[in-house]
């Protein structure tokens, strides 16, 4: 896997240029354009590079090699970091099944109500009997989370708050049918309308708050593996 350039793109999905990253993490634009460049392939930096870009994802991937850029004499090579480490919860959670909407306006994807597999359960999800996975379809939150990649939700965890990531399903228009699910940044919440927002392409989506069958927080990764 090319790390530099999936970071390069993030990078500037967000907006920011090598120096701001460099300075949100403290260390410097060269490291940064090495990374990105192909020059550095093994980095002490990427764990805190590919969190600070949102695609920490690629961490639980086990996508990472541990090392540092310039080693001094006689320093010793770092070991596989924490986060690398396999997950080692039991291979129980259910990963739902999806159907794909007919068009962009049926949503991400359906919930078909079937279990697909059995994956493994994260550390933070341990006991928890309502917890899910999804195995995402579209690329509408890239960077923060891509296509085949999956995402976590809990029927038991707390409500959603203004900045969440959310999975959202509405009721279906059709009788027997599921609604269409649509996975989003939480923007706005009232009685009357919830406001959602995605980054690819950016836009934002309103909602009668009559129309959600429920709306679940989107777990982030690194509190899945509780860090």
Do not use: C
């Not at 939150?141 to 959603?160: H, N, Q, T, V, W």
């Amino acid at each position: 896997m090319e790390l530099g350039p999936l970071i390069k793109d993030a990078r500037n999905a967000l907006g920011w240029s090598q120096a701001e990253l460099a300075r949100r993490i403290g260390v410097s634009q060269v490291a940064i354009k090495k990374i990105e460049d192909g020059q550095t392939r093994r980095s002490k930096h990427l764990t805190s590079v590919l969190a600070a870009v949102g695609l920490k994802h690629l961490i639980l991937d086990g996508a990472l090699m541990a090392g540092d850029d310039e080693p001094e004499p006689n320093a010793a090579i770092a070991g596989q970091p924490e986060l690398l480490k396999p997950l080692g919860g039991a291979r129980d959670l259910p990963v739902m099944g999806t159907a794909v909407g007919g068009s962009e306006e049926d949503g991400d994807f359906r919930l078909n109500g079937d279990v697909l597999e059995r994956t493994t359960r994260p550390p933070a999800l341990a006991g928890r009997k309502r917890a899910f996975a999804v195995n995402l379809i579209t690329n509408s939150m890239y960077p923060l989370y891509r296509a085949g990649k999956k995402i976590y939700a809990d029927e038991d965890g707390r409500r959603p708050e203004i900045g969440d990531e959310v999975l959202l399903e509405l009721y279906s228009d059709e009788d027997g049918e599921p609604g269409p699910v649509y996975v989003k940044t939480l923007v706005a919440r009232g009685a009357r309308t919830i406001v959602v927002s995605q980054y690819n392409p950016p836009k934002e989506l309103r909602f009668d708050a009559l129309r959600v069958k429920q709306m679940l927080r989107i777990i982030p990764y690194d509190e899945l593996l509780g860090v």
